[in-house]
């Protein structure tokens, strides 16, 4: 048992600490890769999308329909799928408009503006809403992991890669502020702490009570609340790098190796 929780929360800590790659690129490397970006962003949407229609919505599907029968299952799935996406949304909602952190950063702008202590503010802000929105992905890396390893591991790095330029978006205005590069990296990684503590919530509250049935509402939760961050966070961030045909080659490719990626593991 304890290996089954061990793996999955390991891979939530890897997904959220990723942030500390965007804050460590936005430090160290002279100019932003743009086309990299645009495409790895473009990439982990793609894999979200086809794992949340074609394996979690399935799979929460066939676990609620055994459980309630066909009709009322299907039922539950899509209520389910949408309470998710209601739930991120909400969360969404709460986050300032003016400190948003999907708004495209590029290593550039560390050496573009002086040191600005009003910038702060905006640093700090844009750490507590990353760590918002990273709370219920890592409940939805923790769950999918515990069900299906495979499909943890591919969530995990898709969340990971999204994960980078919130980083950077931490990194840039708390270095303004304070030119102290070891405290913008600090912040940043603490942002994507809340994705290891959402798990230890999941784990917490949700495992002593874990049936087929919530196993079921779960996945499609977590198939909304990943649906939601494709189409809010990850595409119109990736196409604000300004490259729209390489996110999109990303989304396509991304969903070409998930279904390569099943289509091995079911033989």
């Known amino acids: ?36 970006l645009s495409f790895s962003l473009g990439l982990s949407g793609g894999v ?20 309630w029968g066909e009709r009322l299952g299907m039922t539950f799935t899509a209520v389910c799928f ?29 050496k573009a503006r002086p040191h600005n202590p009003k910038l702060m503010r905006m640093g700090l802000l844009t750490a507590l809403a990353i760590g918002i929105h990273n709370f219920p992905e890592g409940i939805a890396t923790f769950a999918t992991a ?44 603490l942002s994507g702490l809340a994705e290891p503590v959402g798990a230890l919530l999941a784990w917490a509250v949700l495992m002593p009570f874990m049936s087929p049935t919530l196993m079921g509402c779960l996945l499609a939760g977590v198939a909304g609340i990943m649906v939601f961050i ?9 196409r604000e790098y300004g490259h729209a045909h390489v996110s999109i080659y990303g989304v396509v490719s991304g969903m070409a190796l998930m279904a390569v990626s099943l289509l091995m593991l079911a033989k």
Do not use: W
Request: aromatic share 8%; charged share 15%.
């Open 1 to 36: 048992m304890t290996s089954n929780v061990l793996i999955p929360f390991l891979l939530t800590c890897g997904a959220g600490l990723a942030t500390g790659i965007g804050s460590a690129i936005a430090f160290f490397a002279r100019s932003t890769n743009k086309r990299l």
């Open 48 to 67: 979200m999308i086809y794992v949340s229609f074609v394996e979690l919505f399935r799979q929460a599907g066939i676990a609620l329909a055994s459980a």
């Open 82 to 110: 949408f309470a998710g996406i209601l739930l991120i949304g909400i969360i969404d909602r709460l986050v300032p408009s003016v400190e948003n952190p999907h708004e495209a950063h590029r290593v550039e702008e560390m």
């Open 146 to 189: 515990v069900d299906d390893r495979t499909l943890g591991i591919a969530i995990a790095v898709a969340i990971a890669i999204h994960n980078i330029p919130e980083g950077i978006a931490v990194s840039v205005p708390i270095f303004y502020a304070t030119g102290d590069r070891k405290r913008a990296f600090r912040l940043s990684v």
């Open 230 to 238: 494709s189409i809010d966070e990850l595409l119109p961030a990736a």
